[in-house]
């Protein structure tokens, strides 16, 4: 699945797509952007203001995912 710019990921590891306005309100949600960006595990996909964030695993690697698209062009990618 592409992501954005050159940026390809298998659709099996993605764990969630969340927007950045709703989800950031919650301590939980904060402390685990929080944590994943100390750890490294940040990517930002391109330039500007990010609208949504990736969770993504496939049991090798873990990360972040910070996209300008919002959740729901993200997720009619996915259902491609």
Same mark, same amino acid.
């Given at each position: ?28 949600? +904060?402390? /685990? %952007? ?10 930002? &996909? $391109?330039?500007?203001?990010? +609208?949504? /964030? %990736? ?10 995912? &910070? $996209? ?13």
């Amino acid at each position: 699945m592409q992501l954005e710019n050159s940026r390809f990921v298998k659709k099996e590891g993605l764990i969630g797509i969340f927007d950045l306005d709703q989800s950031t309100y919650t301590a939980t949600t +904060k402390k /685990f %952007l929080a944590k994943a960006e100390k750890e490294g595990k940040v990517s930002t &996909l $391109s330039l500007g203001l990010p +609208k949504s /964030f %990736l969770v993504y695993d496939d049991g090798m690697k873990e990360q972040v995912y &910070l $996209s300008v698209f919002g959740r729901n062009v993200i997720e009619s990618r996915v259902g491609k």
